[in-house]
């Protein structure tokens, strides 16, 4: 063979080297290819009928918000509360039906109940949420239609540094409809991850800053009289129509700290901290129209253009309309911790022990503020206003002009207080939410055998939540019936032009209680203490899982089998009242009372995964969902109705009657059966069928 030159050589060694470099280099995929991939690997690998949405990057889900994000995927809706995805649906069914968790983890809820409100979540911290439709035994936590577990980094997963920032404006394009709010706002977040000590430590931080606005033109109905006929008409009964301002503040940090001295043990530390201030001002006019009969509304028929037994156009006479100028606030933090040390043997046992903190406080203030041309009804000046009535809702055209503020002063219009002049009202929940959870599981893996590891576990979960409402009427300084808005007061009028109805006066009413031209008189009803609630809930779940995989020509069937054993300990605190003798008043009693049972929920899944790429899945199981927290309220108002004429029973005797809480409510229960076809495509696409029967 011929020796090479040196030049040869050169250029021989420099081939070899690019082939190389060819041959062992790497495909790096981002964005949301990169989404869907590592979601539908989550899918496809996973022995329960699961959905999984998958950052595009660190830093990024593909949507703006979580609720968004997941309601992407198949089988799930988000509702959206002021222009934002908040509530998750699965299957049909409302967010009381299902459970959420923060890396496997319970968590309280800014919300009257259980259900997590998901815009409390910054989407920028999260790196995969699945949502689990069939349980497994387990699956702690489960709810009754689906399970939602969002997962944040772990620093030991990654293999290098990684500094992400990212920043985003946003625009409402409608404006700024209120005096005072913004058109534009904007989102920052940064994460950091890294590891040390030769890969043995590793540490993730993540924080995002929101400064959002929402814009609405809402129209909202009273409803519509008639019986929709010719001679008797569907008719609107009354507008009760805002325009709407939110300006969404959250500040969300999230940190994780892991630790592997040995490769058998790792130690996982983490918390999440969200602080949430939701300002949201409503301005707009409500109407008494067919449903304002007492308040002195007038129509006449033959005013009335009707088509298909529904009034199109119309108008409506001696109209006394409501000038609203009303705040609602919502302000929230929640705290929540983890600790969590997992040893995985190399002799086929593991076992993990974990506790689980959460903490919500909540204040939510509504403020109504009430004004218009006169104290009373039939007092003030009236407005004639005709209508167009529409698919698209009522377009108005009055004679009044309620941006006066010569004509539109703050008072009680309609006599909304009775003998009291009530400007407004004021309304403040003060919701305070704990919850611990304490586990500790061992397994047993083998190597060999249809069972491929067997699953024991105790879980002990300690909950407390209370709602302390404090509420007022809103009153004149003085007890004056009727007030001028004083100038200093006055913003930019409201436009309600898309209603017909123009300009409105506008004022903030928390400036003019803070000065006193407004007075909070506070409401001493029992009804407001019947409102409240002090639950606690106490937990035991015991958990037995095996985990089966046998491979056959053709393909590999792979699943789990197993029960949950829940003992539920729950009590309510309250007040009861009772009016024992008729005509004496009603009583407050303190009382405490509550329920202890037992639920036993087996599970099975088996999955089928055939060489050709078909995934055939099918599951069995008992699921509950505890009662909503508020139902589950001891007090309760009730007394005697002397009468008879009201006798549910149609006895001619005086009967008791009342309502509230029931502290020994159960769960809803299930039972529940899924069957699924997936066809998948290399690792980018799946086509699948879903059924399911509960």
Known sequence: ARVLTPEEQAAADAAAAAADETDGGTMVVTGYAASLESAIAVKRSSDQVLESVSAEDIGRLPDASIGEAIARLPGITSQRINGRSSGISIRGLGPDFSQTLLNGREQTSTGDNRAVEFDQYPSEVVSRVDVFKTPSASLVGQGLVGTIDIRTQRPLELNERILAVGARINYADIGALNAGSKDIGYRLNATYVDQFADDTIGL??????????????????????????????????????????????RYGVNGTLQWQP??????????????FDDDQTKRGIELPLAFGGFFGTTGNPADFTVQDGFA??????????????????????????????????DDGWNAFIDFGYSRTNRNETSIESYSGTGYDRLVGANDTISFVSGPTGTVFNPTLDYSDPALIRLTDPLGWGGSRVQAGYFNNRIIEDELKQYRAEVSREFDSGFVRS??????????????TPDEYFVGLAGGARIAPIPSQYLLRPTNL????????????????????????????????PAKAFKIREDLMTAYLQVNFEHEFGGGTLTGNIGVQAINTDQESRGLVFAEVTPGAGRVATSLALGANYWDVLPSLNVTVRLDSDTVIRFGASRQIQRPRLDDLRIAIGYGVDTNVANNPFGRPEPFISGGGGNPLLRPYRANGLDFNVEQYFGTGGVIALQSFYK
Do not use: C
């Open 204 to 249: 993730a931080l993540a924080a995002s800053y929101v400064d959002e606005p929402y814009q609405l033109q809402e129209f909202n109905a009273w409803g519509y009289a008639g019986a929709g006929t010719a001679a008797d008409p569907r008719l609107i009964g009354g507008s009760k129509s805002f325009v709407t301002s939110t300006q969404l503040k």
């Open 262 to 275: 040995e490769p058998e043990w790792t130690v996982t530390i983490d918390g999440f901290y969200s602080n």
């Open 312 to 345: 199109t156009s119309g108008i409506f006479r001696t109209v006394e309309g409501v000038v609203r100028n009303d705040i609602f606030q919502r302000q929230a933090d929640l705290y929540s911790f983890g600790f969590n040390t997992k040893y995985e043997g």
């Open 454 to 467: 067997i699953q024991f576990g105790l879980n002990y979960t300690d909950r407390d939540k209370q709602l």
């Open 497 to 528: 032009n898309y209603l017909g109805l123009g300009p409105v006066v506008s004022y903030d009413p928390r400036d003019l209680i803070a000065d006193g031209v407004l007075v909070l008189d506070r409401n001493t009803s029992l009804d407001i």
